[in-house]
């Protein structure tokens, strides 16, 4: 099908390596924005970066404004607009593992104004997209929103994070082997949109971690590089394709049905992880790539099984049953599991 148009939106500036955060002002002023800054954070990465960032902005005389949040809810996104509003911000810099750069890329979206990604954790690729997401009630709302203006990436500040976190987002990475295959199986069936360059760079970027996934080890500064690139690369491949297509297939599907049935049990790149190895028995049987996938997850340390998630099994077979309910997105999983296949998929995968 011939497309007559196509609107990629990226971010304008990235700063990846060791001492970045020095730069942010900088960032932002090649960006030409202009007034204050709001830059929302939570508790620890303000201790980390937050504070750095506002003595920054402080020096260059735009007097910027703090806000604190300590959790992913519309709540804090409406603190976040309210304080924006009072303070009269001119742009948003959300500073943090990903809640508070979900929240203000919200905010920011709801604004009309920019923002600014300063991640201090590489725990998922939320930290480099324009797509956010917040837990509401029973549910989880997901909105597109504009992609930073700027990244600013500090590896020295992201390799001193718990290595959980970073294991996390290799497993949040290494998942987009099945979301491009369940993307190509969409457009196959349903005709759905597909973008042979985001799907190529999306693919890539898994391909490149799993290559240099020996090299992933806490406390070396290379890895944090290694995985911030991959999750630069991976959100610029959703950029690209307009949608989270090229990063979430059927694992995502099971990991946001995990977080209804049991929040915060696990981290979502641990658990996407875990699906992406169901998923890709799924998409070719047995004898298929799920236990390359396994193998790389193991390799960086992150969990394989139900176990390693601290999920019990039922609830693993409950979410598999039912992800494909979580929202109208053509997967591997078509029109649901029965019991039986989850199990059994589950326990030949070794996850059960
Ligand atoms: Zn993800």
Known sequence: MFQKSIWIRLPRNVLVGH??????????EELHLAGRPLIVTSPTP???????????????????ETIVVETASFDAVERVIDAADDADAGFLVGVGGGKPIDIA?????????????????ASHDGIVSGRGSVPEKDTRHSVAAEPPLAVVADTAIIADAPWRLTTAGCADIISNYTAVRDWNLARR???????????????M????????ADSIKPGLEESAWIVVKALVSSGVAMSIA???????????????????????????????????????????????????????LERIGAPTTAEGLSIDESTVIEALTSA????????????????????EAARVTGVI
């Open 189 to 203: 069936l349903q005709n759905v949109e597909y973008s042979e360059y985001a799907g190529a760079l999306s693919q």
């Open 105 to 121: 890329k919200m905010a920011a979206d709801h604004r009309g104004q920019g923002f600014v990604s300063v991640p201090t954790a």
């Open 205 to 212: 970027t898994a391909e490149m971690l799993v290559e240099n």
């Open 242 to 296: 307009g949608s989270s297509r090229p990063a979430s297939g059927a694992e995502h599907l099971f990991s946001h049905r995990l977080d209804r049935l049991v929040p915060n049990a696990a981290l979502h790149g641990h658990q996407v992880g875990v699906g992406s190895i169901i998923t890709a028995y799924l998409q070719d049987g047995e004898q298929g790539m799920w236990r390359e996938i396994r193998d790389a």
């Open 19 to 28: 001492g970045v955060l020095e730069d942010t002002v900088t960032a932002v």
């Open 324 to 343: 494909h309910e979580i929202r109208d997105r053509y997967t591997i999983l078509g029109n649901g599991m029965n019991e039986e296949a989850a199990r």
């Open 46 to 64: 303000r201790e980390v970066a937050g504070e750095r960032v506002a003595e920054l902005f402080a020096a260059a005389g735009r007097d910027p």
